[in-house]
């Protein structure tokens, strides 16, 4: 009696530990408020973590970019690069980011639960790379097209030959109206008088002659040098030709070309501009030390201020009084941010970018990007993952559904087949799966996916330890030994192969964990978890029934098994 | 009291010729398919590449979408309708020959939701699921994947060789390897996307086969014991069939599990319950018949000391009488 009151005192204090690892308690979330800004809020939750194939969100492995030049400290790039996506993902509240160090060179950015994924990965980009850079004032890449057009037609490339034969009359999507004004050092008056809405117009901007050959009828002039405008539908095919190996190869030496950030609408139409930049910039966003948004008094126009380092205000100063009446692109991750403005006059240290009408949010966005952009090189993905929140939701409940499911056909098979002997065993079948979530929440592992195949899997693995001991039971009754000592005898020359078969399942299972990335994570662990408390539950409490069974019936001399 | 196979006695090694030719002609057929042919299907975690899964809230056919996807500049896109009419599966390339460098799996998926906005509408798909892998961590990953499943071959090797003894531990992980070729070709018929959810799937196999050939090789360790007098071949046959219900049952709850998972648990988790299943057939299959004959074999051929520390064979019956 007492080995049974302290077998159920052992098992009383799991149970209490598995419990109270799961309870729900409360966490805190950051919630935008009304106003737009972040704001912490409480729930209470069950302390189980769900992996993003579950919950919905988006996994990114980001690496830095060196093609253009290699990162002189690559270790001290990488950590400035992890604090700078680690404040930008707090700024922009994420219920529990995880942003971590792979190896030496890769950055794994987990998103969970975020309800539009696009953003969070537009965040996590966005935080990239900031530079400024000049405009193609000398035209060199528009003396280039003639011969880029050449080339495309002599490769038989075409508008029609990309697949794609948009009549005029097709909607355009709408674009956002802010053509932001961008003022930097001073105020700048811009001249939209010029805006292309018309082909000829566009025609009379770059020559005639543009108008031969697959792209440059697609190029409109912009209003200032090294700006071309595209019209939104003509945006892919554009890409495709420029990403022609036929094309690219004379795109001059020292010239990219980068799309904006956003769409102009031009008349009724919807315009994306293209722009050619000088590659060496003028600056980057290592030597900003601040930016800050606010509301302009006066024009009620959102500004954000910047601040350089000394180092960077004296390049600065140097390479904007060279360049004083040209266009200055403001390049975050390769994508030209607003209109370029104009440098009016030489700049130091400090400047102003105006934003126009554009609210109060996205001049907190644009100074957060200035901020964080100070990233010695630009950070590319090398993977993403991306899972909506409804397929995730799908996921659970299917999986749910197999393992209720699963569970029943197997405890129905084994009640059938072990009468009472089974039935014990399927009483400490909740016990189980208690044992396995309380180890979950007690790890701090993310369920996942394939986890809950896992663990489907596992509740029929569950049940082996309980077979091979039931049938060593049944060998032990059929040699003519009594209930009690068949009984004893099973539990004991089960245990070698138990022990000896789940020993060599989990290292199996180690290296799964090893070798896997988020989901198949999840299933590693559910495994190892499954296979360690099925050998609690059959080994230890299973027996202790049998022994409570047992110590009620003393004189028992057949087993129902 | 329902017993299966209680009291069994089959000849289960004097059947291996026939067990060999059966998983020669199972295996080497695929074998020269994977060589010859085409090599396993890799999923894009593995190729690098870019995979979208949308759900659309009209009904569209599949060369709707190939022809749309065509006319933005994505021709050859894999289109696959996924448990759904209305989900697809989109695996898409920018460039003709692969993916080539980093970027482009992003940028491809960017093309892949520009393209179908445009031609359908905002509103007509919903992005359930993107996947974009640059090649550079593709190829990582293949070689992890293969690395895994050779150290989990020699952790078992050295585990075995330690509880038991080492031939034990060769004729177990040879079982194994039969499995994962066995596993292999089965996957190649089936022409399953091999994910890192498979290779997961395959781990797995490994897991279930050494555990169901262990508790097989622990019973002839413990006959080994018992039965002093017997032959090497007869304990190994014994051992089989003393073990045969657990076999049957185990696998049979095991398998019950995983129709639940095939069935029930979505288009995701699928090819894994496949090769699950599979595995756990075979896994069965090799313990009974390609683990016990080489154990035999090794025996045969190198008649070694084994755990009771005389030789297994003890040549005429009644000079071991005394013992």
């Not at chain 1, 952009?373 to 197999?402: F, K, N, Y």
């Not at chain 2, 994962?180 to 086969?209: D, P, Q, R, W």
Request: proline share 4%; hydrophobic share 50%.
């Amino acid at each position: 009696m007492d080995t049974i009151k302290s077998r159920l005192v052992a098992i009383g204090i799991l149970i209490v530990l598995c419990v109270w690892a799961l309870w729900p308690r409360i966490v805190t979330v950051r919630v935008p408020g009304p106003d737009g800004r972040m704001r912490d809020s409480t729930t209470r939750e069950v302390n189980l973590k769900k992996g993003l194939d579950l919950q919905g969100g988006i996994h990114l492995a980001l690496e830095l970019d060196e093609s253009r030049g290699a990162v002189a400290n690559r270790g001290e790039a990488i950590d400035r690069a992890l604090k700078v996506i680690r404040t930008r993902i707090d700024e922009f509240g994420v219920a529990e980011p995880l942003v971590q160090k792979l190896g030496a060179g890769r950055i794994v950015v987990e998103l969970a639960g975020i309800s539009d994924p696009a953003r969070g990965k537009e965040i996590v980009q966005r935080s990239a790379y900031l530079e400024f850079q000049m405009t193609d004032e000398d035209g060199v890449f528009r003396q280039a097209l003639p011969a880029i057009d050449r080339a495309l037609a002599a490769a038989g490339v075409s508008e029609r030959s990309l697949g794609r034969a948009v009549a005029d009359s097709a909607p355009s999507p709408a674009a956002p109206s802010s053509a932001a004004e961008d003022i930097l050092g001073g105020p700048v008056a811009r001249d939209t008088s010029r805006a292309p809405g018309r082909r000829d117009n566009a025609a009379d901007t770059l020559g005639g002659s543009l108008l031969q050959g697959p792209l440059s009828p697609l190029l409109f002039g912009g209003s200032m040098p090294g700006q071309y405008l595209v019209a939104e539908e003509k945006v892919p095919v554009v890409e495709a030709m420029l990403a022609r190996p036929e094309a690219a190869r004379l795109v001059p030496r020292g010239i990219v070309l980068r799309w904006g950030s956003e769409a102009l609408s031009r008349g009724a139409r919807s315009f994306r501009p293209l722009y050619a930049l000088v590659e060496r910039p003028i600056m980057t966003g290592e030597y900003l030390t601040n930016a800050q948004a606010r509301l302009d008094q006066l024009t009620t126009g959102a500004v954000v201020d910047f601040q350089l380092s000394r180092r960077g205000g004296r390049t600065f100063e140097r390479e904007t009084g060279r360049h004083v009446n040209d266009y200055m692109a403001i390049v975050l991750d390769q994508k030209v941010q607003s209109q370029p403005p104009v440098i009016r006059s030489q700049i130091g240290s400090r400047g102003q970018i105006e934003l126009g009408n554009a609210s109060l949010q996205d001049a907190q966005d644009l100074a957060l990007v200035l901020k964080a952009g100070s990233l010695p090189a630009p950070l590319q993905i090398v993977e993403e993952r991306t899972v909506g929140p409804s397929l995730g939701r799908d996921s659970i409940a299917q999986g749910t559904q197999a393992g209720i499911v699963g569970l029943v056909l197997v405890v129905l098979i084994v009640a059938t087949y072990y009468r009472l002997a089974g039935l014990l065993a399927v009483a400490a079948l909740p016990l189980y799966a208690l044992f396995t979530l309380g180890g979950f929440a007690a790890l701090g592992a993310t369920l996942t996916l394939p986890g809950v195949a896992g663990f489907v899997l596992s509740i029929g693995m569950a049940v082996d330890a309980n077979v091979l001991i039931f049938e060593r039971i049944r060998e032990e009754l059929a040699l003519g030994k009594s209930v009690r000592l068949a009984v004893d005898a099973g539990f004991k020359m089960a245990m070698n192969a138990i022990v000896d078969s789940n020993v060599t399942t989990i290292l199996t299972a180690l290296f799964l964990y090893w070798v896997g990335t988020g989901p198949v994570r999840g299933f590693a662990v559910t495994l190892i978890l499954g296979i360690l408390s099925s050998m609690i539950t059959a080994i230890f409490v299973t027996r202790t029934f049998f022994l409570m069974y047992l110590e009620r019936r003393p004189g028992l001399q057949t087993l129902s098994i | 009291m329902i017993r299966i196979f209680a009291n069994a006695n089959y000849d289960f090694l004097g059947y291996r010729r026939i067990a060999y030719f059966a998983t020669g002609f199972f295996v080497v057929p695929a074998m020269l398919i994977l060589l010859v042919f085409r090599g396993l299907n890799y999923s894009i975690e593995f190729t690098g590449g870019t995979l979208v899964q949308v759900a659309a809230t009209r009904v569209v056919s599949a060369s709707d979408l190939r022809a749309a996807l065509a006319r933005g500049g994505l021709a050859g896109a894999e289109i696959q309708a996924f448990g759904s009419p209305r989900d697809f599966v989109i695996r898409a390339r920018l460039s003709a020959r692969g993916t080539v460098d980093q970027q482009e799996a992003q940028r491809t998926s960017a093309r892949v939701t520009e393209t179908l906005t445009q031609e359908f509408g905002a509103d007509a798909f919903t992005v359930e699921r993107v996947e974009a892998v640059g090649p550079k961590v593709g190829g990582e990953l293949r070689q992890k994947a293969l690395g895994a499943i050779l150290l989990s071959f020699l952790a078992t090797l050295v585990y075995l060789a330690f509880r038991f003894e080492l031939r034990f531990g060769v004729a177990a992980v040879l079982a194994t390897a039969h499995d994962i070729l066995a596993t292999l070709a089965f996957v190649t018929y089936m022409n399953l996307e091999v994910s890192l959810v498979v290779v997961g799937g395959i781990l797995t196999v490994v897991g279930y086969s050494l555990n169901d050939t262990i508790v097989i090789f622990d019973r002839v360790r413990e006959n080994l014991h018992k039965y002093k007098r017997d032959d090497f071949a007869g304990i190994l046959g014994r051992s089989v069939n003393e073990t045969l219900p657990r076999t049957v049952m185990t696998g049979g709850t095991v398998i019950v599990a995983l129709l639940a998972l095939l069935a029930l648990a979505g288009e995701v988790i699928r090819p894994f319950a496949w090769v699950m299943v599979f595995g756990v057939f075979t896994g069965t299959f090799s313990s009974i018949f390609i683990a016990a004959p080489i154990l035999l074999a090794i025996e045969r051929r190198w008649p070694g000391k084994d755990a009771r520390g005389v030789k297994a064979r003890v040549a005429p019956a009644g000079a071991a009488g005394g013992v």
